[in-house]
């Protein structure tokens, strides 16, 4: 825990220094609870900010909630609790409503919106886990503003929990995300729940998630929001484990986005940090190289050794054999003609096309397997070399 004067001594960033940013919206922002109807004139503020972003270079991805209190009015659901089918039903609707709510707004800034629709389970078994990171990282190449929902027509446990703060966090560690934005209905963590406790402090910026820190987390507040600073604080282990900084913030005043980035250099409204230890990129290498048991092995040529040593990602022509079973996404061992352990990372390839590719040119790919995959049987990024 740190206080407000800690907090003033510490290097804490800003929305500013985001490279790649992962905005959670909740329903209780983007639906108004009693009218039932997207809040337009929000969303309108909301995808101006995510413009401004964009322009100073910095890559977003929306991660909303919402589909299931977009779509309940229109199948006549309103004014009682749901059966889970029921919730199902409406978010079916809700997640059509909601995609067109983004790709107006965002429209209007002359930005292409890509919906993906994910549960958590698509972000931890791992070719499902990279299949989504390729999508996603595509679309941030060419431009577009991934808009992730959960798959509430097809999730069980997850529409149970209303658990997309864990579900943004577990993207922001997909992508390898620096900064996740959880907007709330409250401005940060306090020490016990402001809205019972008048003497709950406000905690500006967390370093570790202590049993103390863990503790502090209250109950969700009424209404269509069901997540709560208990998601929030989970939320914060997952982002922190991969290296990216997360910040809780008020969420209903206008141009969110802009008002905390003014609130940073103002210091005007607070919020609350979560810092982790490492960046992105050594905490998911970090990760990879925790990996005790590899499910198989890739014997590389010299050419491929000196390419790995100068920072390259292995191309299939420097394999030279393979070995064992493994898997898309599966983590293997790298090593030279003698046996030595060069590198681990995580396979573009199962063990039976690996084989058929090895020495070949990453061109010749599609003609040997009869589609079009990744031009790496490793990528750099995920490959640790010793």
């Not at 919106?113 to 990279?130: G, N, S, Y």
């Not at 529409?159 to 922001?172: E, K, M, P």
């Not at 008020?250 to 940073?264: C, F």
């Given at each position: 825990m740190t206080t407000s004067a800690e907090a003033a001594a510490l290097s804490v960033p800003t929305l500013l220094d985001a490279r790649r940013l992962v905005v959670k919206i909740g329903s209780a922002l983007l639906v108004d609870s009693a009218s039932h109807q997207i809040r337009r004139e929000w969303l309108d503020a909301l995808a101006d900010d995510v413009a401004a972003a964009r322009r100073r270079g910095t890559e977003v991805v929306v991660v909303t909630s919402g589909a299931v209190a977009a779509g309940r009015e229109h199948l006549g659901l309103v004014g009682r609790p749901l059966k889970l089918e029921e919730k199902q039903a409406a978010a079916a609707t809700g997640q059509i409503r909601l995609a067109h709510a983004y790709q107006e707004t965002l429209a209007r800034h002359d930005v292409t919106v890509a919906q993906v629709l994910l549960t958590l389970e698509d972000t931890e078994e791992r070719r499902r886990h990279l299949n989504a990171r390729a999508t996603i990282d595509t679309l941030l190449k060419l431009g577009a503003v991934p808009v992730i929902n959960e798959n509430d027509t097809v999730a069980t446990s997850e529409i149970r929990f209303g658990d997309n703060d864990r579900l943004a966090a577990r993207?922001?560690?997909?992508?390898?995300?620096?900064?996740?934005?959880?907007?709330?209905?409250?401005?940060?963590?306090?020490?016990?729940?402001?809205?019972?406790?008048?003497?709950?402090?406000?905690?500006?910026?967390?370093?570790?998630?202590?049993?103390?820190?863990?503790?502090?987390?209250?109950?969700?507040?009424?209404?269509?929001?069901?997540?709560g600073m208990v998601t929030k604080i989970a939320a914060a282990r997952v982002a922190m484990s991969a290296g990216c900084r997360m910040v809780i913030a008020k969420g209903k005043r206008m141009n969110p986005l802009a008002a905390l980035e003014k609130a940073e250099r103002d210091g005007g409204a607070p919020c609350t940090w979560f810092l982790p230890a490492a960046e992105p990129s050594s905490a998911r290498k970090a990760w990879i190289a925790g990996h005790l048991n590899a499910s198989g092995v890739l014997v590389v040529d010299d050419g491929a050794v000196r390419a790995l040593k100068q920072g390259a990602s292995l191309l299939p022509a420097g394999v030279a054999e393979v070995e064992g079973a493994f898997e898309r996404g599966d983590v293997?061992?790298?090593?030279?003609?003698?046996?030595?352990?060069?590198?681990?990372?995580?396979?573009?390839?199962?063990?039976?096309?690996?084989?058929?590719?090895?020495?070949?040119?990453?061109?010749?790919?599609?003609?040997?397997?009869?589609?079009?995959g990744r031009d790496e049987m490793i990528h750099r990024d995920d490959l640790v070399v010793r």
């Amino acid at each position: 825990m740190t206080t407000s004067a800690e907090a003033a001594a510490l290097s804490v960033p800003t929305l500013l220094d985001a490279r790649r940013l992962v905005v959670k919206i909740g329903s209780a922002l983007l639906v108004d609870s009693a009218s039932h109807q997207i809040r337009r004139e929000w969303l309108d503020a909301l995808a101006d900010d995510v413009a401004a972003a964009r322009r100073r270079g910095t890559e977003v991805v929306v991660v909303t909630s919402g589909a299931v209190a977009a779509g309940r009015e229109h199948l006549g659901l309103v004014g009682r609790p749901l059966k889970l089918e029921e919730k199902q039903a409406a978010a079916a609707t809700g997640q059509i409503r909601l995609a067109h709510a983004y790709q107006e707004t965002l429209a209007r800034h002359d930005v292409t919106v890509a919906q993906v629709l994910l549960t958590l389970e698509d972000t931890e078994e791992r070719r499902r886990h990279l299949n989504a990171r390729a999508t996603i990282d595509t679309l941030l190449k060419l431009g577009a503003v991934p808009v992730i929902n959960e798959n509430d027509t097809v999730a069980t446990s997850e529409i149970r929990f209303g658990d997309n703060d864990r579900l943004a966090a577990r993207v922001a560690q997909m992508i390898s995300a620096d900064t996740l934005v959880l907007l709330s209905d409250i401005d940060g963590l306090y020490t016990a729940d402001p809205r019972k406790d008048p003497d709950a402090a406000h905690i500006p910026v967390v370093t570790e998630l202590t049993p103390a820190i863990e503790g502090m987390a209250g109950e969700p507040p009424p209404g269509y929001s069901s997540g709560g600073m208990v998601t929030k604080i989970a939320a914060a282990r997952v982002a922190m484990s991969a290296g990216c900084r997360m910040v809780i913030a008020k969420g209903k005043r206008m141009n969110p986005l802009a008002a905390l980035e003014k609130a940073e250099r103002d210091g005007g409204a607070p919020c609350t940090w979560f810092l982790p230890a490492a960046e992105p990129s050594s905490a998911r290498k970090a990760w990879i190289a925790g990996h005790l048991n590899a499910s198989g092995v890739l014997v590389v040529d010299d050419g491929a050794v000196r390419a790995l040593k100068q920072g390259a990602s292995l191309l299939p022509a420097g394999v030279a054999e393979v070995e064992g079973a493994f898997e898309r996404g599966d983590v293997v061992i790298v090593r030279d003609r003698e046996g030595r352990e060069l590198a681990r990372g995580l396979s573009a390839y199962g063990s039976d096309e690996a084989r058929l590719i090895r020495r070949r040119k990453s061109q010749e790919i599609e003609a040997i397997l009869g589609y079009r995959g990744r031009d790496e049987m490793i990528h750099r990024d995920d490959l640790v070399v010793r």
